[in-house]
């Protein structure tokens, strides 16, 4: 149960992570990005990858 409230809370803090660095980079530009959705979810899935990773690491597998 542990588990899915730090799986659920990451993806939260994923989500606002990758928003807040397309923001940034439509700041930067000067202008809103074409392909703003395609930015987002690579930014996104970048994220998870490594974080979900990372928590497999520092968790150890998941117990049967």
Do not use: C, W
């Not at 809370?9 to 990758?18: D, R, T």
């Not at 074409?34 to 490594?50: E, G, N, P, S, Y």
């Amino acid at each position: 149960m542990s588990e899915l409230i730090l799986f659920t809370l990451n993806a939260v803090v994923i989500y606002l992570v990758a928003d807040r660095l397309v923001r940034m980079i439509e700041r930067r530009r000067g202008a809103a990005l074409k392909q703003r959705q395609v930015v987002f979810f690579v930014i996104f899935l970048a994220l998870a990858l490594v974080s979900f990773r990372l928590m497999q690491m520092l968790l150890g597998p998941p117990s049967p």
